[in-house]
């Protein structure tokens, strides 16, 4: 879990408790036959809740530094309690209705600190040891050795349980020493590439001299589709840059070159649409897999469900689950050779489940497994090709779409791109489309996608 998730569902979690402590003061003071009081204590304490938690969150309660010392979330409590206080009575006041005040405000005040503290007393213990085991810690990767990493490095080192440093990488590693002040040096920006894909690494860092720019430059084109922030330090002065890209490391100030997509409450978001839908429309459509499957069996000899190594988030390889839809014989794992209209490999079957797009569905299951999204730049096997060449040495930017896990449908087919792709112009536009898909993701623009994907694509004259 992120530090800005697990904050923000303390802050959550605090209006919530201010809201119980509302019901609690109702239910053991109010007479239970008023029910016309209840609308406007809820809407009178969410009110006092919510601007509690402004109040805290201003007084930077609602860091993990702050949340893991008890002694100072007990002292930050008060004046915001107090200040959510005078809201309710403001509200209750507007509302007509000031009788209602007295006691009960008192009891709302008081067991809303009681429980706060008690609560704060949990967190500081349950903070504190994620801090001191790095679970919140940001795992930030460093390329170039010199005085500006060593610079770097040391101002990190006044948080240790916000930051970690896993690493230096430099390309020239015959002049580098193997180790800088405790950090070693862990090979080339290639090793880095290859070890992120393999553990999480939440930023990289680039600290190199303004003079050393070409070396910048290629070393973003190197790491640009890397799934973490990718910023720069360096020595500032004569540095043009946009002022929505300082960000600080700590306190570094760094230039934000590259962010990841999707992270934290973003990625949440899909993360849950995925499981909630995903697991929905397995239920709803059971019959027809159990249907498919049986026709599979009898229209074939072989397995129901081809199993296909495709490349997926972070680059990495993941098995695809598909119905099968050619002849066992003839089967194709690493697609050297890309599927044509009338393809003499496909079964009868086949045919119908391709143009229906129904041979997709066990792809749901990749989806509650975690390896795919209901929506996504599509997958592709290793060998896949346009125009004889493979995609990557097509495209640039191919693999910036793997900044994201691949999806059952995407941007791209919903806008025709879909099928063999013959021309390299057919493999351009895909990959414009995922990346624009990525740049402008929301949880609306999944489902615009899902719906277009039955409206245009359900027997699409590209599918075959």
Known sequence: MSASIAVNLVQLSDI??????GLLSRILLLPKDEH???????????????????????????????????????????KPLLFGAGSIIICIFLMGGGQLLRRWLLVWFGLSLLFLIVYRSFLSQLFRRWMEAGRLARRVAVIGAGELSREFIDRLRAE?????????????????????????????????????????????????????????????EQVRSTVADVCLTTDFAGLRYRSDQISKIGSNPVVL?????????????????????????IVLSSPIL??????????SPGPIIFRQPRLGFNNRLFTCYKFRTMRTDM???????????????????????????????????????????LVGPRPHAPNTKAADRLYTDVVAKYALR???????????????????????EQIENRVACDLDYIENWSIWFDVRILVLTITREMLSSNAF
């Open 257 to 281: 070159m590259e962010e990841r997509p999707l992270k934290d409450w973003r990625g949440a978001k899909k993360l849950a649409f995925d499981l909630v839908v995903g697991s929905l429309l």
């Open 160 to 220: 240790p349980h916000a930051y970690t440093v896993v690493g230096l990488y430099d390309d020239r590693l015959s002049r580098v020493p193997a180790m800088q002040d405790g950090v070693e040096v862990r090979g080339t920006v290639q090793n880095l590439l290859e070890r992120s894909r393999e553990e999480q690494i939440d930023v990289i860092v680039i600290a190199l001299p303004l003079s050393a720019a070409e070396r910048i430059g290629a070393i973003l």
């Open 36 to 78: 016309h009081v209840n609308g406007l204590l809820f809407f009178a304490t969410l009110v006092g809740s919510v601007l509690t938690t402004r109040v805290l969150a201003r007084a930077d309660a609602y860091t993990p530094s702050s949340l893991r010392s008890w002694n100072r979330q007990s002292l930050l409590l008060m």
């Open 290 to 299: 159990a249907l498919i499957a049986l026709l599979i069996r009898l229209d």
């Open 16 to 21: 919530l408790i201010l809201l119980l402590c």
């Open 402 to 424: 793997h900044r994201v896990k691949p999806g059952i449908t995407g941007w791209a087919q919903v806008n025709g791109w879909r099928g063999q792709t013959k021309k390299i």
């Open 331 to 373: 089967t194709d794992l690493l697609a050297d050779q890309q599927t044509t209209r009338d393809d003499p490999r496909v079964t009868r079957l086949g045919k119908w489940l391709r143009m229906l797009s129904f041979d997709e569905l066990p792809q749901l299951f990749n989806v509650i497994r975690g390896d795919m999204s």
